[in-house]
């Protein structure tokens, strides 16, 4: 709510640390057999780097304005077509999946996915309840609601994004078990699932996310946690317990519509005993 099997095409996006003498932040292309690297400078030296407005940002919740190069411009040609989805990872363990259709219908009027970068000289105002920036790099988009973008598919503090497949095809434990796969509302909680909690939460293993706990193993959270206990804690965590190092935020119901969250325990119950952790 924020295992690579293979050996991809890649973008990386290598951000070092941001303190007075570290390594300036660099973006690193890595296409087929060519490397290249980009500092912050470069990128906002390109021709194509352009003054962004952002009039709802999902992670500063206000008007935001940006330089910022087109998403699309740096993925260039995606030929190989195993590779369905962009795999976008955070410093902070933030790891989530962007379907690469997603990206690409903004050459066709839909939502329009940009990198956002910091300059050193202008340095971008700390996130809400936050010490840290959005920065160094964020990816942002114009016009999300013409894709239906949702809140989790806006990494900031990019540490890597690379072209893999789909997460169902990288964890097959994801998939509904038999007699339910036809189920629209556990469809429905699957989906919302991997947009939506995916990103920080693995299940049964299945994931790359780092900052919160595998919601099916050693136990399912659907055994030592109620329905109506989940539903609080997926809409505001720090109304149900609270500690010092705690990171998710929460879901109001324009992010996480009742349906979908409904649909989403739903899911979680339906998985519960369908695999096994070797």
Not at 159 to 182: C, F, I, N, Y
Not at 239 to 249: D, E, G, H, N, S
Request: net charge negative.
């Amino acid at each position: 709510m924020r295992l690579l099997r293979l050996l991809p095409l890649a973008l990386a996006l290598l951000a070092g640390p941001r303190n007075a003498g570290a390594t300036e932040p660099v973006l690193v292309v890595a296409d087929g057999g060519s490397n290249q690297a980009f500092t912050a400078a470069a990128l906002l030296a390109r021709p194509d780097c352009a003054a962004v407005t952002v009039p709802n940002d999902v992670s500063y919740r206000r008007q935001m304005e940006y330089r910022a190069v087109p998403l699309l411009a740096l993925l260039g040609s995606i030929g190989d077509r195993r590779f369905d989805t962009l795999e976008a990872r955070a410093t902070d363990g933030f790891v989530t999946q962007i379907p690469i259709r997603l990206v690409a219908a903004g050459g066709t009027g839909g939502a329009v996915a940009w990198v956002a970068v910091e300059d050193p000289a202008h340095p971008w105002p700390p996130l809400p309840r936050l010490s840290e920036s959005a920065g160094p790099f964020y990816l942002v988009w114009v016009h999300p609601e013409r894709s239906g973008v949702r809140t989790e598919q806006w990494p900031y503090a990019l540490a890597s994004v690379t072209l893999v497949e789909s997460p169902m095809h990288r964890w097959p434990q994801l998939a509904l078990p038999p007699g339910k796969a036809d189920d629209a509302t556990l469809q429905r909680g699957q989906e919302v699932f991997l947009v939506q909690c995916f990103a920080c939460h693995r299940l049964y293993g299945a994931g790359a996310g780092e900052m919160g706990p595998d919601l099916g193993t050693p136990q399912s959270a659907t055994r030592y946690l109620t329905d109506s206990g989940l539903h609080d804690i997926i809409r505001d965590p720090r109304a149900v317990r609270i500690w010092p190092t705690q990171l998710m935020k929460g879901f109001d119901d324009v992010a996480l519509p009742e349906a979908d969250l409904d649909a989403v325990v739903a899911y979680l119950h339906a998985m519960d005993g369908t695999f096994t952790a070797k």
